[in-house]
């Protein structure tokens, strides 16, 4: 047992935030005592091109050994794991139920009218639901709001097939969407006043995907994904300089390119984010919650490790713009090798906010 277990007496269970996505698979582990939490392990595996697209696994296999690596290298005895699934093939959607029902009752129910919110036939689909509340209208005692989570099968059973091959056991299967917003308490210092009362855009900039989140009171209020990322970028890079993508993959993230890079394709590549995300802004503003302006952009994912990319969004969204730093205020154990997670910090908030799932009983 390290120091740090010892100090922090360990998850109310163990438990790993694993973030299978498109480029890595990236481990966390969190401890807590009192309301400080400690990172007690760390891992990120690179995943081979193609492998996961579109935030479906397509080889479960090869995502196993990467599974396998990551826990390796994060030397953790924990085999609990939780995962999340995302993109198309995932769907939320908040419906009215009769009030009063048991858990049984209502599984019963939402089970025989699911069809009719899902675009697959029912047998192919996963099914959970949270009930979120009294009905919508105010003094509406005969409903509550649920809030329906489905997802293809397939993808499910991907994931649970790709930790089985690493020993590993699914103790959470989340959405991807919530783990993000569960993970944005931990952005709260970056925020003025705390975000309260404020509006803040979190921005995930993934290899694939660019996820806008916006946060009103510290509530979110908004969300919306944009198949656009690092690969973009990635793929420039390999044809301008004949690479192979790897070989690109490898040249962006260690700066070791000619200067027709920081000079042509790296401005190129912040204008088309900088459009992209806001596009998703004026989304946000046409949407029934976007009557405020944005007060200020956090940005988050690998491409918020971009040397500069801080004061280049900032310049062309013109709002005050930092980089997620959300392991600010929280002990790094020596095993989660603190230099390398704090470059990797703004690319963690998945595997932070399924990390953070252990403590889910515990309040
Ligand atoms: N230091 C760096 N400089 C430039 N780019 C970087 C750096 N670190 C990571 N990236 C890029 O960030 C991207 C990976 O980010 P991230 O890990 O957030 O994506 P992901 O979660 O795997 O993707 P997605 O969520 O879209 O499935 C890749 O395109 C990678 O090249
Ligand atoms: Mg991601």
Request: negative net charge; hydrophobic residues 45%.
């Amino acid at each position: 047992m390290s120091l740090l277990e010892s100090l922090f007496g360990g998850g109310a269970r163990g438990l790993i935030g694993l973030d299978i996505s498109s480029s890595s698979v990236k481990l966390l582990e969190l401890a807590r005592r009192g309301s400080q939490y400690a990172v007690e392990s760390f891992a990120l595996e690179p995943l081979p091109p193609g492998v996961v697209a579109d935030k479906q696994i397509i080889d479960p296999a090869v995502v196993g050994q990467a599974v396998t690596r990551a826990v390796e290298r994060a030397g953790t005895r924990t085999r609990q794991a939780a995962v999340a699934v995302a993109g198309s093939a995932v769907i939320t959607k908040p419906i009215a139920m009769p009030a009063g029902l048991d858990d049984n009752a209502l599984e019963e129910q939402i089970k025989a009218e699911a069809d009719q919110y899902l675009p697959y036939p029912i047998d192919e689909v996963a099914l959970d639901f949270q009930v979120a509340g009294a009905g919508r209208s105010a003094g509406d005692n005969a409903t509550v709001e649920v809030l329906l989570a489905a997802c293809r099968k397939e993808q499910v059973e991907n994931r649970l097939a790709a930790l089985e091959i690493a020993g590993l056991t699914p103790a959470v299967v989340d959405v991807e969407a919530c783990a993000l917003e569960n993970a944005c308490q931990f952005l709260r210092h970056q925020m003025p006043d705390g975000g309260r009362e404020r509006t803040i855009a979190v921005v995930d900039m993934g290899a694939s995907t660019t996820s806008v989140l916006v946060l009103l009171d510290g509530k979110p209020v908004y969300t919306r994904d944009q198949a656009f990322g690092g690969k973009q970028l990635t793929e420039d890079i390999m044809r301008y300089y004949d690479l192979s993508l790897p070989e690109a993959g490898k040249a962006k993230r260690s700066g070791t390119l000619p200067e027709t890079y920081f000079s042509e394709l790296l401005p190129h590549f912040f204008d088309d984010m900088s459009q992209q995300i806001d596009r998703s802004f004026q989304y946000y503003f046409a949407s029934a919650a976007g009557g405020r302006q944005i007060d200020q952009v956090i940005l988050a994912g690998g491409c918020a490790q971009i040397e500069g990319v801080e004061a280049q969004l900032q310049q062309r969204l013109q709002r005050p713009t930092v980089v997620a730093r959300p392991l600010a205020q929280m002990a790094v154990a020596s095993r989660a090798r603190p230099q390398h997670l704090a470059k990797e910090e703004p690319s963690l908030l998945i595997a932070l906010g399924l990390a953070f799932r252990a403590f889910d009983e515990e309040s």
